[in-house]
């Protein structure tokens, strides 16, 4: 019975070859777009949560700390929930650190010696939202001297605008991707209620002697269903495989400008995880787009009798 309606909802589709293709061209462009904001989106959350991590706090130690106490330290910060990455800092390495940033001037490196620079902890929050509070701790430590910070903060006053402007632009992200997915959404399930209303009153004669015969309203409705799914089937794989090629393509160019950045997987199985993950979330979508705007169409067109 499925292979009646499937060949029926093929006919109906070399009927109106060029209406099929208009409803297929308008759901590859939708699901193409909707890929290409998912991939976005992605990226998006990555550089935000990026930037949220990559601040260091740096723990300049006093001069004539201990191993013991350094090491008491460290574990404590190793330890918490809120940190990674903890690292320990010799003067020999900050003197080393200082001649590779002064590299253009070796001159500034030979006038220094490593007993100016003091030894210290550096490590990063998990959430940048935990720096405030673990800063407070970390400077009340009897070994640390100070407390400074790395990628451009600015003053330790600055944390919290930091941290409101990156919530900020995640929340817009967020926002504005769902809006915008919405809309797509809101635009297939247009295109499939009137393709399926045009079909619906093209045979309109075709129902009516259909249901003069005594056809059940699954018989009827079937092909139209399935003709519904094929157009938005056709629309996922064609705009997937669109976007997913041009991010192919486009991924050496974009991880290389951003650098040590994750804006996209540099793994080509972990980014084509990513793309199924997608891809299966678009099928389950065009799935209830193709049945919902098919039944509405069925039930206009019952009404319109």
């Known amino acids: ?60 130690l006093k001069d004539g700390t201990g191993s013991e106490a350094v090491a008491a330290l460290q574990n ?54 935990f720096a ?30 930091v941290v409101g402007r990156l919530r900020t632009v995640t929340t817009y992200i967020r926002v504005g991707g769902a809006v915008f997915t919405g809309i797509l959404a809101l635009a297939s399930f247009m295109v499939i209620l009137f393709t399926i209303s045009m079909r619906m009153t093209a045979r309109r004669e075709e129902v009516e002697i259909l249901n003069l015969i005594g056809a059940t309203k699954k018989f009827i409705r079937s092909p139209i269903v399935i003709e519904a799914l094929i157009y938005t089937v056709c629309g996922v794989f064609i705009g997937w495989v669109v976007a997913f090629i041009s991010v192919l393509y486009s991924a050496p160019g974009v991880l290389s400008y951003f650098g ?3 804006v996209l997987p540099r793994n080509s199985l972990d980014l084509l995880q990513i793309f199924g993950i997608i891809l299966g979330v678009e099928l389950v979508f065009g799935f209830i787009l193709a049945y919902s705007g098919s039944a509405l169409a069925l039930s206009r067109a019952k009404k319109a009798r």
């Open 1 to 60: 019975m499925s292979n009646i309606h499937f060949k029926t909802a093929s006919s109906y589709i070399r009927r109106s070859p060029f209406q099929a293709l208009a409803a297929i061209f308008v759901l590859t462009l939708t699901f193409f777009v909707a890929t290409l904001v998912s991939i976005l989106t992605y990226s998006s959350a990555k550089v935000v949560r990026y930037f949220e991590t990559r601040p260091q706090v740096i723990a300049f």
């Open 76 to 129: 404590k910060l190793t330890s918490d929930e809120r940190v990674k990455e903890v690292k320990y800092v010799s003067k020999e390495e900050a003197l080393s650190i200082y001649k590779k940033a002064t590299s253009d001037n070796p001159l500034l490196g030979e006038l220094v010696n490593p007993t100016i620079f003091p030894a210290s902890l550096e490590f990063s929050v998990e959430d940048l939202s």
């Open 132 to 161: 405030q509070s673990i800063i407070d701790e970390v400077k009340s430590d009897p070994v640390v001297d100070s407390v400074g910070f790395t990628a451009a903060l600015g003053g330790e006053s600055d944390l919290k605008n």
């Open 260 to 262: 040590e950045i994750p």
